[in-house]
Nanobody, 122 residues
């Protein structure tokens, strides 16, 4: 009933930029936090950045000063602007949202997108 769909991944050279976007759709009552995670093979999924409904943000130390997260509450979208990309940023990036569903918004759950590959070549 709820879908998160990411777009914007791809291949880029080190030092380049990419912008990831994610849109949430379905029976959404309200969205609390939205975020981006990344995962490389053999490792756990890690938080890259998140943003609350009020606009407060936080970032992993490894991306501070290079990445910027933003959201449009009216459109249920979140984006991640990635600048000065490094080969170690290579991963599958997942969009996540903690949201409430149903007419009265009584059920809150975490939802995930399908992931989008980001590859940074050296």
């Amino acid at each position: 009933q709820v879908q998160l769909v990411e777009s914007g991944g791809g291949l880029v050279q080190a030092g380049g930029s990419l912008r990831l976007s994610c849109v949430a759709s379905g029976s959404i009552f309200s969205i609390n936090a939205m975020g981006w995670y990344h995962q490389v093979p053999g490792k756990q999924r890690e938080l890259v950045a998140y943003i609350t409904s009020g606009g407060s943000t936080d970032y992993a130390d490894s991306v501070k000063g290079r990445f910027a997260i933003a959201r449009d509450n009216a459109k249920n979208t979140v984006s991640l602007q990635m600048n000065s990309l490094k080969p170690e940023d290579t991963a599958v990036y997942y969009c996540s949202a903690r949201l409430k569903t149903g007419l009265l918004g009584r059920l809150e759950s975490d939802y995930w997108g399908q992931g989008t590959q980001v590859t940074v070549s050296s």
